[in-house]
């Protein structure tokens, strides 16, 4: 029996975020098509060799993306919207991709050479803090094959001496994740079939023996068109080219494991880490000809293997038939490489693995099942010794953190009175006018901003001359709100450097990385914390900041967190104790921060959820458990303020529909989501819902190049009365405008803030 070792992804912007800056560069004009080009075959390059010379028998390729796998299918398959106005898929060049990835005002931005036009919807990847770009389906669509990428990136490699084995997103996940306009996606089931077997026959012809085709959708529950589709693809894809390796991941197969089973694919890769109870079953349901790859090693954290326990399941296994070692899912959910953290002490270091070390420890497994446990002995010695340093740390545990804990009594979630009183003293205190303007939070990070703390990081600027800065900053930013003419104000965030990765610097249980930087979407990266023991939070973290903007305008300024939940998300969470257990904790250091803005006299304070839907589990019948913690952890850190302060939560990109009843469980006053890409559509849920409290609907979609004009928001807005009554609306963007500069920035509030005073005039000429 043969055991090898295959990697299903590699992170795609380098050990150093090599393509973020190429792709801005790209989209600031620095740079043209081919240079861009250039340095992203430079890194697909390194990748392969990195790999190979780890250990990885299997190589991936296709894997790259230049912004997002999913808008990448989509351009493949000529699934472009009319109003990109390409005639054919063959003449969709670059523009045309980055204006479906992040929206164009034409020409200069290197977007879309015909005009204006919007982005696709961007939410999330499965129960990932990646973002993709939705696949838009319109009625009468004819899909033609475009751009063969998969083809070109196998040539690509091959002729540089690396066999790969492609990496397809599957067409039956591709199309569940699709949008239809008044149109099943899966009537185009025939259409995108015959394509994938056209792209098979061509792999097979360049000389691939096998690809990997990502159907991810297996571990959900599936409908019967569902199932009758996977059923007719692998039927005709099965046989139409290269061998496959059908893989799923991010949890078990379960009920659609005889389905996957019964398919007519060479090989099968299962999840053993989100699922691993479901290697028995898959050992019985899996005819012994069918080549097994088992994901031994998380993809999706970054805390190191327990090797020796790995070995005592995989030893019998490796006896009785050929397998293949491999992360649980792609790399691109964990940092590329652990030997560039040199601030990282040592006692936590040694309990982590990166992609690189990922590998590794998969090549450990390898050699040990291959050649026996005794000619690895001293490679195992380490491994085992950082396993046992890890379970009994002393840094993990925190008594008082347990204390508190078991001291929380069921009237901490409550609000002191019901939402129509707390209206009522709401609006004596804010005295805000009818479709109130806000931000979400954060302004711009400009170059002079980002300079400033990487020289203060450095020690090259004093904390007293960086303290200054920031504070010049921020009444810059109070003085420009007040100009502009907006209602309730924020400080900016200047200090933030994430808005997660600020909290934890400041909380108990943290640690950071310098260069632990994992792809969110397009060039837009972060450091997830390593949250690695009990948290609690030593002093205040956001008052000061509050007190300072504040002190500088007679505006209601709201005090801006970052949510237990989201905290949780976006980190790298301890896996020795329940996820639920950790939020707790965080809840209750953001608690503290809560109730010390309030005592300072902060009225409105904003604690962002935008990760809460990202965490629901892929079964639905898992769901109502996840909910109910997490609705708890936000309102114990939610609701211990009086009735005149005024709480709101952020969401974005991500489907509410089938959760508002646990929204609503908030008990929030206000709450701000992203509408703008999807033209008001959310809001219908909430109507149906009858959400009783004020919602801010996106106007402005800030992760697009393009400024909106006044028209446009006054339009989505009219939009948005069809649903909700005009005093439950606020006007604002979609998200923080960290990420945008102040030219779009500028023209685009003073937009929304002169659509805010249409919409003032249009209630007041009907009533």
Known sequence: ?????ATMGFPRIGPRRELKFALEKFWAGKIT????????????TAAWARQKALGADWLPSNDFSLYDHVLDTSMMLGAIPARYDVESAEDAGLDTYFAMARGS??????????????AGEMTKWFDTNYHFIVPEIEPGARLQLGRLEPLEEYREARAQGFETRPVLLGPITWLSLAKGQGIDPFDLLDDVLAHYATLLGLL???GAEWVQIDESILVTDLSERQRRAFTRAYAKLGRAGPKVMLTTYFGGLEDNLSLAASLPVAGLHIDLVRAPEQLDAVLKAVPKDRLLSLGVVDGRNIWRADVAAL????EPL??????????????????VDLELEGKLDDELKQWLAFAVQKIGELDLLRRALDDGRDS???????AARASAARKTATRIHDRAVGERIGALTSDMRERRAGHADRISAQAEVLDLPAFPTTTIGSLPQTAAVRKARAEHNRGVLDTASYGAFLREETERAIRWQEEVGLDMLVHGEFERNDMVQYFGEKLAGFAFTVNGWVQSYGSRCVRPPILYGDVSRPEPMTVDWWRFAQGLTDRPVKGMLTGPVTILNWSFVRDDQPREASCRQIALAIRDDVLDLEAAGCKAIQIDEAALREGLPLRQRDWQRYLDWAVDCFRLAAAGVGNATQIHTHMCYSEFNDILPSIGAMDTDVISIETARSQMELLEAFARYRYPSAIGPGVYDIHSARVPDEQEMVALMRLAQKHLRPEQLWVNPDCGLKTRGWDEVRPAIAAMVSAARTLRAEARVEA
Request: charged share 20%; aromatic share 0%.
């Open 318 to 335: 490796a006896a009785q038939r050929d397998l293949i070692l491999a992360p649980s899912c792609s790399l691109l959910h964990v940092p």
């Open 1 to 5: 029996m043969t055991v090898s070792v």
């Open 311 to 314: 070995l005592d399941r995989l």
């Open 204 to 206: 097979r012809h360049a």
């Open 105 to 118: 005002t034409g020409g200069a931005d290197c977007g879309h050479a015909h005009g204006s036009v919007t």
């Open 376 to 382: 690895v002995a001293d490679e195992l010695a380490v």
């Open 33 to 44: 098509q081919t240079e861009l080009e250039e340095a992203a075959a430079g890194l697909r």
